[in-house]
């Protein structure tokens, strides 16, 4: 599967923005996605999940209550909303995506066998 993720952008903190994780090649609802992020000098830390079949969706405490995680399947795409951003969301976002990632692992990178290339989301004090 080929994942394209995109609606990065610059906000001021407060804001919102919306990105998209599109995948080609595979039906995406069979897959569950992961979104990470990896601000420059730190390490990729998961953000949030979506699981497949289910749709059940796991956040990172820094984020709960201000990120929420969508499946469109007929888009074969899914959305992360974020909303109350801070100037600490600021860092490169990822989508990961595979088929055999489940509950606790859809925390961890390396379980994911796909990933898109990521897209830049710039929060301003």
């Known amino acids: 599967v080929q994942l394209q993720a995109c609606g990065g952008g610059s906000v001021q903190a407060g804001g919102s923005l919306r990105l998209s994780c599109a995948a080609s090649g595979r039906t995406f609802s069979s897959y569950t996605v992961g979104w990470f992020r990896q601000a420059p000098g730190k390490e990729r830390e998961f953000v949030g999940a979506i699981m497949r079949t289910t749709d059940t969706t796991s956040y990172a405490d820094s984020v709960k209550g201000r990120f929420t995680i969508s499946r469109d399947n007929a888009k074969n795409t899914v959305y992360l909303q974020m909303s109350s951003l801070k100037p600490e969301d600021t860092a490169v976002y990822y989508c990961?995506?595979?088929?055999?990632?489940?509950?606790?692992?859809?925390?961890?990178?390396?379980?994911?066998?796909?990933w898109g290339q990521g897209t830049q989301v710039t929060v301003s004090s």
């Open positions: 990961q995506a595979d088929q055999f990632v489940f509950g606790g692992a859809s925390r961890r990178a390396s379980a994911y066998n796909y």
